[in-house]
């Protein structure tokens, strides 16, 4: 069933998610800071631009968000101009953005005072997840909620669950990138090892790829890892954001993440290196650097 959409944020995830709405038949307003990007996307697909939050909001069935950290969740949300307070009641409000769990709490609970369901909602799947329309969506919210989205979440996923109430999409979301960060640094490690070895890295990867070893980031990166190519993907600077997070909800609930703060550790070495929007598999570049010396 089509639904009138409204999405805010049109950044390298949002812009072709909104794009995946339009295409599926929904009747789609964008927002967007920079007006010229939101006039861009008008001009590629079937919608409309809205020239405030609140103008975005205020017919929307379904106000779906995407940006890049919790003061900026905060500003468009929870701000008294913001999107909670012009949803009209039995409206749902999703966020995608990867926030801390504590916000989405309290997202939840101001859109409950007026009448408004929220889910935070964020996804894994990159860059090219988005524009390929197959991201996994990590859910916190009430089923009714839900179900009602799913739907409409449905046209840029290819996996969507509901993991609990409000906070578990945003903590499954870490999970992942505690889960992530240890992967990628152990196939730099691997790689550079393979390399200084003496070792075919395509033969090591095809031989090992078929057993215990194998993993997305093998499959999908090591070519890219052994060439030194970092221009693409999702950038080391939101990986330690999100790795911020992380750290700061183990310190709360007690959880030991040494291989992550290490990690963290190591991306900030790359970004000193003036990595800051290579891909995280650039983490190999830090060892290979004194191969370059």
Aim: net charge negative.
């Amino acid at each position: 069933m089509a639904e009138r959409v409204a999405f805010v944020g049109l950044g390298v995830m949002g812009f072709p998610m909104a794009g995946w709405l339009a295409e599926a038949g929904h009747s789609v307003t964008v927002y967007n800071r920079t007006r010229a990007k939101a006039e861009d996307w008008a001009e590629r697909y079937a919608g409309s631009v809205a020239g405030s939050l609140a103008e975005a909001a205020a017919a929307a069935d379904i106000v779906l968000t995407c940006v890049g950290d919790d003061p900026d969740v905060r500003e468009i949300v929870l701000a008294a101009d913001g999107l909670i307070q012009a949803m009209r009641p039995g409206a749902v409000f999703v966020d995608h953005t990867t926030a801390s769990a504590d916000l989405a709490r309290e997202i939840a609970a101001a859109g409950q005072a007026r009448g408004v369901a929220c889910l935070d909602a964020p996804v894994s799947g990159g860059q090219a997840g988005a524009e390929n329309g197959t991201l996994t969506v990590m859910v916190g919210g009430e089923q009714d909620a839900f179900d009602r989205a799913e739907p409409v979440i449905d046209a840029y996923s290819k996996s969507v669950r509901l993991l609990g109430p409000a906070g578990s999409g945003q903590l499954t979301k870490m999970v992942n990138q505690i889960a992530i960060a240890g992967v990628v640094q152990g196939l730099a490690e691997a790689l550079n090892f393979a390399v200084r070895a003496g070792l075919d890295p395509a033969a090591v990867i095809d031989t090992i790829s078929k057993g215990a070893a194998q993993s997305w980031q093998m499959e999908n990166r090591w070519e890219t890892m052994v060439a030194d190519e970092f221009e693409f993907g999702f950038a080391v600077e939101w990986m330690r954001k999100d790795l911020r997070i992380c750290l700061q909800e183990a310190r709360g609930n007690g959880a030991e993440l040494p291989v992550a703060a290490l990690v963290d550790q190591f991306y900030a070495d790359v970004e000193g290196m003036g990595g800051s929007r290579w891909d995280t598999s650039s983490l190999i570049a830090r060892l290979n650097r004194h191969d370059r010396a």
